[in-house]
């Protein structure tokens, strides 16, 4: 189970990170966009770690409060799931 998670996790974080970057040079050259339904949706399935790194790397939707607050809002829900499994793990 934890290597069908790890695979898991590195593939949908490799393609969370290509995602933001197709979106920010479709930005960048005017051409058709990636929801922020879709980027959001991304770092929910478990690709938040890449989705942050994309923001920085790329400074894309990091002026854009309402994206940011999602995006948050989902790295904290996240964090409330591992600590839960982890905490159902050891009783």
Do not use: C
């Not at 069908?4 to 479709?26: E, F, P, Q, S």
Request: proline letters at 1%; zero cysteines.
């Amino acid at each position: 189970m934890l290597r069908i998670l790890a695979v898991w996790l590195i593939l949908i974080n490799l393609i969370t990170y290509g995602v933001y970057w197709l979106d920010k040079r479709r930005a960048r050259k005017g051409g058709w966009r990636i929801s922020e339904k879709e980027l959001l949706m991304w770092a929910a399935v478990g690709g938040s770690p890449a989705a942050f790194l994309a923001m920085r790397k790329f400074r894309h939707k990091t002026q854009k409060l309402s994206f940011r607050l999602w995006y948050w809002a989902i790295v904290v829900a996240q964090i409330g799931v591992l600590y839960w499994l982890f905490q159902k793990s050891q009783s």
